[in-house]
Structure formats: structure tokens, C-alpha cells
């Protein structure tokens, strides 16, 4: 038991620090057959940790050049270009890498977006919070702090800036979606669209997701995407998949 939850700690390092957001995702949701295996895991560190190390500017994410907006909201080349190199350290080589991370940042910003329309906010309080919690967890599982120790120390960041810049990146935006996903599955059962139910089931969880999903994509079909003109050739042929 101790070594399955030990694992599940060590995916969940990842998977944040991937920066690959799951909507409901929490260790309990994971099972040990989920993911890459230990030696795949050694290698996405020791990537993610090169990555980092040379790119540790592109953590102001919110700073320098505007490359696209959604809906009114900055896509940040900073932001781009952190996530174009954490994909090629992750997913290896990608077609299309620059229109495949625009993509994904679009349909971040629409949820974003969304997120404003239903008067959704993260506290400092609850970041700091799930942090907290986050670091709590770790010093239970040393295998699992290890881990995590080697990829803070193979992106050449101090323990501070990790929790402080980086996995605040991560965090916020992960607890900004969940709250996403929990508003509009709650409006779904209000209006008779999906059934409540005590008991989450693997089965319900799909159903769920499948319509959190199905309303994510209206929106961004109907987004207003517009990208900067010295940006353009850069993502010739984009289109919002």
C-alpha cells in the first residue's frame, strides 16, 4: 500500500509539474497502472529539469511580448514558450509544436475566460493553502520528496522558487479550472442535463467530463482568437482544434 501511494505522489509531482491539468484530479483518482512506469518518469525529470534550468525567465509568464489573444485575454510569449519546451520534454517531438501549444493555451484562456463569467477567483489564501498541503504530503512519502528533490535540483531552482513560482503556476490554474469544472457540472444537474449522484463512479466521472467537455468545446469554436502580426508566420495555418 505504501509503495502504490508513494508511486501515485511521484505521478502527481509530474503531472503538475508537466504542467498537464486534469479537471478533478486528485491522488485518490490515480492508480498505479496510470502513466509512465519509474525509469520513464527518471528520464521526463532529467528533462523537464534541463528544460528549466536554461529557461528559469520564461517562469514570468504574465511578462514580455503578446503573442495571441482569446476573448480578450493575453496568450504571453513567456508563457508560449515555457510550455512549447515542457511539451518537447514530455511528448518528445510534436507536429505542428507551435500551433499544438497555442491550442492548448487557447483553450486554457477560454476557460479563463469563462471562469470570469461565472465570478470564479483564487484566493492567495487557498493557493498558499493546497501548497501547504502539497509540501505536507511529500515529507510522508521520502521516495516520492526525492523525486521531487531531483527534479528542483536538475532545473537549477532553489526549493523557494519552486513552490513560489513555478508550482504557484501550476496550482493556480489547476484549482482555477476545478472550480470551472464544479460550476458548470452543478448547472448541468440544476438543469436537468446530468443526474446527481452520491456515489462517484468511474462511469459517472466519464459522463461528467464528456459534457464539462462538450461545453468547453462550444466555447472555443466560438472564441475570438487573434494573433500579433509579427507572431503570424509563426503559427501559419492555425485553427482551433
Same mark, same amino acid.
Given at each position: 500500500?505504501?509503495?502504490?501511494?508513494? @508511486?501515485?505522489?511521484?505521478?502527481?509531482?509530474?503531472?503538475?509539474?508537466?504542467?498537464?491539468?486534469?479537471?478533478?484530479?486528485?491522488?485518490?483518482?490515480?492508480?498505479?497502472?496510470?502513466?509512465?512506469?519509474?525509469?520513464?518518469? *527518471?528520464?521526463?525529470?532529467?528533462?523537464?529539469?534541463? @528544460?528549466?534550468?536554461?529557461?528559469?525567465?520564461?517562469?514570468?509568464?504574465?511578462?514580455?511580448?503578446?503573442?495571441?489573444?482569446?476573448?480578450?485575454?493575453?496568450? $504571453?510569449?513567456?508563457?508560449?514558450?515555457?510550455?512549447?519546451?515542457?511539451? @518537447?520534454?514530455?511528448?518528445? %517531438?510534436?507536429? *505542428?509544436?507551435?500551433?499544438?501549444?497555442?491550442?492548448?493555451?487557447?483553450?486554457?484562456?477560454?476557460?479563463?475566460?469563462?471562469?470570469?463569467?461565472?465570478?470564479?477567483?483564487?484566493?492567495?489564501?487557498?493557493?498558499?493553502?493546497?501548497?501547504?498541503?502539497?509540501? %505536507? %504530503?511529500?515529507?510522508?512519502?521520502?521516495?516520492?520528496?526525492?523525486?521531487?528533490?531531483?527534479?528542483?535540483?536538475?532545473?537549477?531552482?532553489? =526549493?523557494?522558487?519552486?513552490?513560489?513560482?513555478?508550482?504557484? $503556476?501550476?496550482?493556480?490554474?489547476?484549482?482555477?479550472?476545478?472550480?470551472? $469544472?464544479?460550476?458548470?457540472?452543478?448547472?448541468?444537474?440544476?438543469?436537468?442535463?446530468?443526474?446527481?449522484?452520491?456515489?462517484?463512479?468511474?462511469?459517472?466521472?466519464?459522463? =461528467?467530463?464528456? =459534457?464539462?467537455?462538450?461545453?468547453?468545446?462550444?466555447?472555443?469554436?466560438?472564441?475570438?482568437?487573434?494573433?500579433?502580426?509579427?507572431?503570424?508566420?509563426?503559427?501559419?495555418?492555425?485553427?482551433?482544434?
Amino acid at each position: 500500500m505504501r509503495k502504490t501511494k508513494t @508511486f501515485l505522489l511521484i505521478a502527481f509531482a509530474i503531472v503538475l509539474s508537466l504542467s498537464i491539468i486534469a479537471l478533478g484530479l486528485s491522488v485518490s483518482r490515480v492508480s498505479a497502472g496510470d502513466g509512465p512506469n519509474q525509469s520513464q518518469f *527518471d528520464k521526463i525529470i532529467e528533462k523537464v529539469g534541463s @528544460f528549466l534550468k536554461g529557461n528559469k525567465d520564461k517562469l514570468k509568464v504574465n511578462e514580455g511580448d503578446v503573442i495571441a489573444e482569446a476573448n480578450g485575454i493575453p496568450i $504571453y510569449k513567456n508563457e508560449f514558450e515555457l510550455r512549447k519546451g515542457l511539451t @518537447f520534454a514530455s511528448e518528445g %517531438q510534436v507536429n *505542428d509544436i507551435n500551433n499544438f501549444v497555442l491550442n492548448k493555451l487557447v483553450r486554457e484562456k477560454v476557460k479563463e475566460y469563462l471562469a470570469m463569467k461565472y465570478n470564479l477567483k483564487v484566493s492567495e489564501d487557498e493557493i498558499n493553502s493546497y501548497i501547504e498541503k502539497e509540501k %505536507q %504530503q511529500f515529507k510522508e512519502f521520502p521516495e516520492a520528496e526525492g523525486k521531487l528533490k531531483e527534479l528542483i535540483s536538475a532545473s537549477g531552482m532553489t =526549493y523557494e522558487e519552486y513552490w513560489n513560482d513555478y508550482e504557484r $503556476y501550476n496550482v493556480k490554474r489547476m484549482l482555477l479550472f476545478d472550480k470551472l $469544472y464544479n460550476a458548470i457540472i452543478n448547472e448541468g444537474i440544476k438543469n436537468g442535463e446530468l443526474k446527481k449522484t452520491d456515489k462517484m463512479t468511474i462511469e459517472v466521472q466519464n459522463e =461528467y467530463k464528456k =459534457y464539462f467537455d462538450n461545453i468547453i468545446d462550444q466555447y472555443v469554436k466560438q472564441a475570438k482568437i487573434s494573433i500579433d502580426e509579427k507572431y503570424k508566420d509563426m503559427f501559419r495555418g492555425f485553427r482551433v482544434d
